[in-house]
C-alpha cells in the first residue's frame, strides 16, 4: 500500500507545483506573444510602406544645393552664417526621406518597437508614420500596458518574498553574531543549565498513555476490571486510527482515479493564486537604502556588459541608458547601433523595471508616512490647549 501511495504523492505534489506556477507562466507568457503579433503586425504595415518623396524634399535638395554653392564661391564670408543657415535647413528635414522602411522595421526592429511601447519607455527614434500605424499604435498600448502591468505586479510579488526573506534571514543571522558577541562564559553557563533544565521538563511532561495515567492514580490500582477496560479502549482507539488510515488511502484512490473530482479544488486553487496577486508586494518591509544598493549593482552589471556589442558606450553613458530604460523615462537622446541584441535583455528590463517598482513603492510608503507625522505633529501644535478654570 505504501509503494502505491508515494508515487501518488509524487504526482500530487507535482500538480501543486504547476498550478502554484501556472498564473505566472500564464502572465509572462501571454506577454510574449503580444510582443511577437505586435512586431508582426507593424513590419508588415510600417515596413512595406511607400515612400513618396514629396515637393518639400526637392525644396530641401535646391537649398542645399544652393547654400553649399554660396559656401564654395564666398570663402571670405563669416562661417557662422553658414553654419546657422545650415542648421535651420536641417530642422527641416524629415527622417524618412533618407531611410529604408524595410531596414528600421524589420522584426526584430519591430519587436523592439513593440517593448517600448508597452514598457511606456518611448525612445521617439522609432515610432509609425502611416495613418493606420498610429491608430494600431494607439489600440496595442491601450491593452498592452495594463498587461505590462499586471506581470510586473506578479513578478513583484517573487521579488518581494525573495527580499523579505533574504532581508530577514540577514536580521536573524546579524542578531545570532551580535548575541554570540555579547555572551560571556558565565552566561553562556548559565544559558546551558537552563536548556537542560527546559529539556528534562520537557521528558517529564511529555504525553503519556492513558494506561499510564491509570497506573499512576493509586485509587486506580485497587480496580484491575478498569484496567481491562482501558486496554479495550485504547485497542479501540488503534483500531479506529487503521480504519482512517485505510480510508484515506481509499480516497486518495478514488480521487486519482476520478480526476473530475479533483477539477473542483484544483480549480478553486488556481483562483486564489490569482486572487493573491499584489499581496506579498503590500506585506514589504525593507530599508529603501537597500532598494537603492540593489539598483544601483543591477545598472552597473548591465552598463559593464552593454558596451561589449554597444562601442559608441562607455560604462557611464551605458549606465545612464540602463537608468533612463528603467525608469520608463526614454528621452531617446542614446540610440543604440544593435537593438536586437538589446532584446536579449528583455528577462533583463523586466526584472529591473520590477525592481525599480518596488522601490518607488517603498519610497511612496515612506512619504506617506512622513506625511503622516507632519500633518499630526501641525495638528498638536495648532490645537488649543485646555484652560483650567477655578472652582
Known sequence: MASTSQPLRGKRACKKVFWA???????????????????????????????????????????????????????????????????????????????????????????????????????????????????????????????????????????????????????????????????????????????????????INEPLTLMEVLKSQAGVKRKPVKYRNAEIFEMLIARESEYTNLARNKSIERWSSCPELTRGKTMSRVMENFDKIGKQLEKLDVPIVLMVLVIFVYISCAAAILPNWETRLDFQEAFYFCFITLTTIGFGDTQLEHPKFFLFFSLYLIIGMEIVFIAFKLGQDRLIGLYKKVISFCGEQKMPSKKVYPK
Request: hydrophobic fraction near 40%; proline fraction near 2%.
Open 21 to 203: 506556477v501556472f498564473p505566472h507562466a500564464c502572465f509572462i507568457l501571454s506577454l510574449v506573444i503580444y510582443a511577437f503579433l505586435g512586431a508582426l503586425m507593424f513590419s508588415h504595415i510600417e515596413g512595406n510602406r511607400k515612400v513618396n518623396l514629396s515637393e518639400e524634399y526637392r525644396k530641401f535638395l535646391q537649398n542645399l544645393w544652393y547654400i553649399s554653392r554660396n559656401l564654395s564661391d564666398n570663402m571670405t564670408e563669416n562661417e557662422e552664417v553658414f553654419r546657422e543657415k545650415i542648421h535651420v535647413l536641417l530642422n527641416t528635414a524629415e527622417r524618412d526621406w533618407f531611410v529604408n522602411p524595410k531596414d528600421i522595421w524589420s522584426f526584430f526592429g519591430s519587436l523592439f518597437f513593440c517593448c517600448t511601447v508597452f514598457t511606456t519607455v518611448g525612445y521617439g527614434n522609432t515610432y509609425p508614420v502611416t495613418r493606420t500605424g498610429k491608430y494600431l499604435c494607439m489600440l496595442y498600448a491601450l491593452f498592452g500596458i495594463p498587461l505590462m502591468f499586471l506581470v510586473l505586479t506578479d513578478m513583484g510579488d517573487i521579488l518581494a518574498t525573495v527580499l523579505s526573506k533574504s532581508y530577514n534571514e540577514f536580521r536573524k543571522l546579524h542578531s545570532k553574531i551580535l548575541a554570540s558577541k555579547l555572551c560571556s562564559e558565565s552566561t553562556c553557563n548559565k544559558g546551558d543549565e537552563l536548556k537542560s533544565s527546559a529539556q528534562s521538563k520537557v521528558v
